[in-house]
């Protein structure tokens, strides 16, 4: 599956983060990123993500962007 877009990818993201079961207060923990800026993917303001932030996300959710 081809990414288009970066909102493709983001949605990608925020599906696997709710498909994951891992509660916010946790996987912010694990990221180090806060619950406000994940809130912001499950929000769809994604825009104001770094590409750090983005990056944590999908190593901790196991995503490989090489297979999207």
Excluded: C, Y
């Excluded at 800026?37 to 901790?60: A, F, H, K």
């Amino acid at each position: 599956m081809a990414i288009e877009s970066a909102p493709q990818l983001v949605r990608i993201l925020a599906k696997e983060l709710q498909r994951s079961g891992t509660k916010p207060h946790k996987f912010a923990e694990i990221t180090g990123i806060g619950e406000d800026r994940l809130e912001l993917l499950q929000t769809g303001e994604w825009e104001d993500l770094t590409l750090r932030e983005i990056v944590s996300i999908s190593e901790n959710l196991d995503v490989d962007l090489t297979d999207l």
